[in-house]
């Protein structure tokens, strides 16, 4: 009998744990997939986001860089 109270605790700790950690990652992912659209820097290669400030449209593709050094360099190499 003192088991199965030890394992029904056990089972509501471990349900209890889940649903916070299940909370916490989706509110995450939800907060990711609004800025996490990651473009890389064909300079440096550094991943940035989509809404960074720098960014260049080449050949009707847009390019992001993660600095303005970086959109610097790109078009001096485009000369
Ligand atoms: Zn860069």
Same mark, same amino acid.
């Given at each position: !009998?003192?088991?199965?109270?030890?394992?029904?605790?056990?089972?509501?700790?471990?349900?209890?744990?889940? %649903?916070?950690?299940?909370? %916490? %990652?989706?509110?995450? !992912?939800?907060?990711?997939?609004?800025?996490?659209?990651?473009?890389?820097?064909?300079?440096?290669?550094?991943?940035?986001?989509?809404? $960074? $400030?720098?960014?260049?449209?080449?050949?009707?593709?847009?390019?992001?860089?993660?600095?303005?050094?970086?959109?610097?360099?790109?078009?001096?190499?485009?000369?």
């Amino acid at each position: !009998m003192k088991y199965l109270i030890l394992l029904a605790l056990l089972l509501l700790v471990g349900r209890y744990l889940y %649903k916070r950690l299940g909370g %916490k %990652k989706r509110g995450q !992912m939800s907060r990711q997939s609004r800025t996490e659209v990651l473009k890389q820097d064909p300079v440096c290669g550094a991943y940035v986001p989509e809404d $960074e $400030e720098f960014c260049l449209r080449s050949q009707g593709e847009l390019l992001y860089f993660c600095s303005k050094d970086c959109m610097r360099k790109y078009k001096e190499l485009k000369r």
